[in-house]
């Protein structure tokens, strides 16, 4: 169904045009040609745009998937593997690279796009280049969603499966191993995709979808299935046993603390102030990512005669969301002092700075009729981001406490959000990659500070190196 739409073509193919008598004669009796994953055992109808969930009366399709089985467990499966490997190692060789003159591996395994899913391979890349964040799950044991007679039997997707025999936790660690193992070019993300169906509705279907949306969606439910139990054992036991985490990170989002919050959550105090009777209100949120409008002033796309002009940088919309602003009248704050709405201030401090500092540009706004997309250049530093001066209490900060460094970049590729296309630059191991759903490219540090960023994750730096800053 998605793998250059192969065996799409035979259901296509098959399709013999019919007269309108033999139509009307063969209406009753129509035929769904039907396609089975040979990995996951999952069924799709092309008919009816669909993966099957029913059986025929006789269990066919049931049929099928346990000799399928059966030919796995017999005995050429071993020389089967042997000559899978041989063809992985000259896959592998294929992928060598020179770098400085020596030749070195490209580790680097691509996503398959199931379907306009450049979103969500995009998310997925540059969360698996966040070591901290990606270690944790790749060191949480395998959990088996079946059991009884089922045990260990790969299990295959079908609508009926309750959402109880879903973990989004699971398929994540899953696709996470899969990616810079080495071992093949791409991995075709069905089975965590499946689950995101089930427990995401929003993301249904395969039209294009807002990365940044996907990957609040993907965050919030993480965290959410993390507080739960695991193989018996509470998760936040595993978090606190986790050595690589610090033990006094306590951002908190409804009252739970996980690796997403350990990892991603800061906290901001949001000031308000009333103009009648300056009285102040202040609020403390945690958040897991900060949205920067792109000042307007630098929204117009400049023409060849306007190159020289000002060029929007990422602090110009640090500064737009961190400076005093005057709400509006759609906006007027309910002063408890004054009993009534009045004209007040708002200033946003950063409380509680994250390990990952994750920005997302506002590119896309609404108009009238239509979302528009900002196309705007940000000019963005890949090492020593300085948030210090959007701290509240700035003095409490080390030397080197406040400085970030890039660790991957979303790229938005087109007009409209609805349409387009996404890819993802991340680092690994000193190396900048272009993931581009199943391509994944060798890139320089030149082509990555001139992309378009819509999404822009900073890793705090740990060891003291360099003293450059934005």
């Known amino acids: 169904r998605y793998v250059n739409g192969h065996a799409k073509k035979h259901y296509e193919d098959a399709q013999i045009p019919m007269t309108n008598h033999k139509k009307a004669e063969k209406q009753e009796k129509v035929q769904h040609t039907v396609c089975m994953d040979c990995s996951s055992y999952s069924t799709y109808c092309y008919r009816c745009d669909d993966f099957v969930v029913n059986d025929t009366k006789l269990g066919l399709v049931q049929k099928v998937r346990e000799h399928l089985q059966n030919l796995e467990n017999s005995a050429f499966t071993s020389d089967r593997h042997r000559k899978r490997k041989l063809l992985e190692n000259s896959s592998l060789n294929s992928k060598l690279l020179k770098v400085n003159g020596s030749t070195t591996a490209l580790c680097a395994t691509g996503l398959r796009n199931l379907g306009n899913t450049c979103f969500m391979n995009a998310i997925l890349q540059s969360l698996s280049n966040i070591q901290q964040f990606c270690c944790y799950f790749k060191e949480l044991p395998a959990v088996e969603l079946r059991n009884g007679k089922t045990a260990g039997r790969r299990t295959y997707h079908t609508r009926s499966q309750g959402d109880n025999n879903v973990s989004l936790v699971e398929e994540f660690r899953k696709t996470l191993c899969a990616l810079w193992q080495g071992s093949q070019t791409a991995f075709s993300p069905e089975s965590l995709f499946y689950v995101v169906w089930k427990i995401m509705p929003n993301f249904r279907g395969y039209q294009q979808q807002d990365a940044h949306e996907f990957m609040r969606y993907l965050l919030d439910h993480l965290h959410l299935e993390l507080q ?54 202040r609020k403390f949120d945690p958040f897991l990512d900060l949205s920067l409008d792109i000042p307007s002033q630098f ?38 002092k004054c009993k009534k709405k009045q004209k007040s201030t708002k200033k946003f401090w950063i409380q509680k700075l994250p390990k990952v500092l994750c920005l997302h540009l506002k590119r896309f706004h609404w108009t009238a009729y239509l979302r528009n997309k900002i196309d705007t250049y940000v000019e963005f530093p890949l090492r020593g981001l300085d948030m210090k001066c959007y701290l509240l209490e700035p003095e409490n900060s080390g030397p080197e406490s406040c400085l970030y460094d890039l660790a991957a970049v979303v790229v938005h590729h087109g007009s409209g959000v609805g349409s387009g296309h996404y890819t993802a630059y991340a680092a690994h191991e000193g190396r900048w990659f272009h993931f581009n759903d199943s391509t994944v490219t060798l890139t320089d540090e030149e082509t990555v500070v001139k992309a378009k960023a819509y999404i822009l994750f900073y890793v705090e730096r740990q060891a003291k190196s360099g003293s450059d800053k934005l």
């Not at 951002?251 to 350990?262: E, K, P, R």
């Not at 190159?307 to 704050?333: H, I, K």
């Open 299 to 336: 929204r117009n796309k400049r023409t060849k005669n306007q190159e020289n002009g000002p060029m929007c940088t990422l602090r110009d919309c640090l500064r737009s969301f961190t400076d005093l602003e005057e709400l509006d009248e759609t906006e007027l704050y309910m002063c408890h």
């Open 228 to 281: 739960g139990g695991f193989n018996g054992v509470s998760r936040s036991v595993i978090l606190q046993e986790n050595s690589s985490l610090p033990a006094s990170n306590k951002c908190c989002i409804n009252g739970a603390s996980t690796v997403v919050t350990a990892i991603f959550g800061g906290i901001l105090q949001n000031e308000v102030n009333c103009l009648i009777c300056g009285t102040e209100s």
